[in-house]
């Protein structure tokens, strides 16, 4: 099987750094991958305009140096309003009718990417997730409503969705993706559905939303819907490597230090080591504290060697209490 085209997102700031990282970290622990790793760039206009989103000239050097390839690409729809958008709209700049595999740039690469199995046929997306989207209103109404509305709305068959070994009107039964990574067989075709899904949405919503905050969540309510109409879903056990022993959505470098597994900071440490990365990726605050001063180790892992909580939102509260986070 053909390895899919890779694509993250990057641009001038914190995306950059970490999609040094990326690049880094997919040539260190997977050096036989021989696909193509694409990098998209949004240009600083249409509904980036007023923004510098350009790489510098000396990320762009290092990048290619690494093997990427970096794409521009106009964000007509979301953009500083809804950067999440640029997922969907990054789509774009991917050639017609190849596989690819969206990875959020904040992701660790940590063993064999060439050798998971995937089956573009089977779309499938992130499952490390919690139960962030719908909440739903005392009243109602409930999960089940909330999602069947927006199946109904594009004409896609609810039941099928399902978890039935969940029971009814929990979270997890219903079909919720993190969209920190997906992939599909033809990103022209993924990315008009995705698109043209969330801006319906987003223009009128159904009735049952009317509670329902879609900032930031947006892309992971159509993402669901988008999968499953390409006969995709949940993904099956061939993927685990996927938020497992071949890659990690750290989100940011803090949370990375405070609840990844040892491994996971060999191989961050390892793959940055490199003089050429190091120069660079000490203009980065976050790089250069946590990983080159040791602060990473020293100061934020402490913090949780007690056990960390189960639920994300109290280890960043911890973080910033501690005077250890970046946004």
Not at 233 to 260: F, I, M
């Amino acid at each position: 099987m053909a390895a899919p085209n890779l694509l993250i997102v990057a641009q001038a700031g914190p995306l950059e750094f970490q999609a040094i990282i990326f690049a880094a970290s997919l040539r260190h622990a997977a050096p036989d991958f021989a696909g193509r790793l694409i990098v998209a760039e949004p240009q600083p206009d249409g509904a980036w305009a007023g923004h510098d989103t350009r790489i510098p000239d000396d990320t762009r050097a290092l990048l290619e140096s690494l093997g990427a390839e970096i794409a521009p690409f106009t964000a007509r729809h979301f953009g500083a309003a809804y950067p999440y958008g640029n997922k969907i709209e990054a789509l774009s700049v991917l050639p017609q009718d190849q596989p690819f595999a969206f990875f959020d740039t904040d992701t660790l690469i940590l063993g064999p990417l060439d050798q998971v199995p995937f089956d573009s046929a089977l779309p499938a997306a992130s499952m490390r997730r919690e139960g962030t989207w719908p909440e739903p209103p005392l009243y109602g109404p409930g999960y089940g409503a909330i999602w069947k509305s927006l199946y109904d709305r594009f004409g896609l068959d609810f039941a099928s969705s399902l978890d039935l070994s969940q029971p009814d009107e929990h979270w997890e039964r219903y079909l919720y993706f993190n969209a920190g990574w997906f992939f599909g067989p033809d990103p022209a075709v993924f990315r008009q559905r995705f698109l043209d899904w969330a801006l319906s949405v987003r223009r009128d919503p159904p009735d049952e939303l009317a509670c329902q905050s879609l900032d930031p969540w947006l892309d992971q309510v159509i993402l669901p819907l988008v999968i499953h109409s390409l006969g995709g879903g949940r993904p099956g056990p061939g993927l685990a490597g996927l938020d497992g022993a071949v890659t990690c959505h750290y989100r940011n470098l803090p949370l990375l230090y405070a609840r990844e597994s040892d491994r996971v900071l060999e191989v961050l440490e390892a793959a940055t080591a490199p003089n050429r990365i190091k120069r660079r990726l000490k203009d980065w605050a976050p790089a250069k504290k946590l990983i080159y001063q040791g602060k990473g180790r020293q100061k934020v892992r402490p913090l949780f060697a007690d056990g960390l909580p189960p639920k994300e939102k109290p280890i960043r509260q911890t973080l910033r209490k501690n005077g250890w986070w970046w946004d």
